[in-house]
């Protein structure tokens, strides 16, 4: 039987790991906010993982629809916009706090219909680690342009007035990076490693395959 992409059951877990991912970000932005080392905002952490989880059991809708519930969720705690005009903060929102995590559960849930390609354990665990590095790349990708279309007037003077970088791409670039890499490179490890103990977390109904 073709599975219902939005069953009472699948509903109910796109909830619940939408709530997990919202915790796990504020919870890592708090500690983060600690620190001088992201003064424009973003932290290093796991938040990912929950989005990327029910993208590759549920699949791309699921984990958008996740994945956007987190954003609208962040919102809900303060929205930091720059510019006056309507639609530029309208854009520049949407990249900053909308859309990283759907671009997350769209990317890694592509996935979906490749694991069961897969005739290994040990292959299906390094698609799952590949899903998780796409979904970080989304999330990358939609911080990165916020910076480089949004952020230009802070190019340079967030972390020392002397230091000047050649361009706003170039500053989003490493701004975004060093927190989007270390985070997605956590998310795939743990991914990996959580596969072989639990691979019902990623694929519903899991059946051994051969080695």
Not at 15 to 31: P, S, W
Not at 43 to 49: F, N, P, Q, R, V
Not at 67 to 78: A, H, K, P, T
């Amino acid at each position: 039987m073709k599975k219902q992409i939005f069953s009472t059951k699948a509903i109910v877990e796109i909830a619940i790991f939408a709530a997990i991912a919202f915790v796990l970000d504020f919870l890592q932005g708090e500690i983060w906010d600690l620190t001088p080392i992201f003064p424009a905002g973003g932290s290093i952490g796991i938040a990912m993982l929950p989005v990327m989880i029910i993208a590759l059991r549920r699949g791309v809708i699921s984990g958008g629809v996740c994945g956007l519930i987190v954003g609208l969720l962040q919102m809900l705690s303060g929205v930091y916009a720059i510019g006056l005009e309507w639609y530029n903060v309208m854009f520049q929102v949407m990249l900053d706090y909308t859309l990283p995590y759907v671009f997350t559960g769209l990317l890694t849930g592509i996935f979906y219909h490749v694991l069961p390609l897969v005739k290994s354990k040990n292959g299906e665990a390094w698609v799952v680690a590949g899903a998780c590095f796409a979904g970080g790349l989304g999330k990358f990708l939609s911080h990165f342009m916020a910076g480089a279309i949004y952020w230009q007037s802070t190019t340079g003077s967030i972390y020392n007035q002397e230091v000047e970088y050649a361009s706003a791409s170039i500053y989003s670039l490493l701004y975004n990076g060093s927190y989007c890499l270390p985070s997605t490179i956590l998310c795939m490890v743990l991914a990996y490693l959580i596969f072989f103990r639990q691979p019902k977390f990623f694929i519903e109904n899991y059946s051994e395959v051969t080695e």
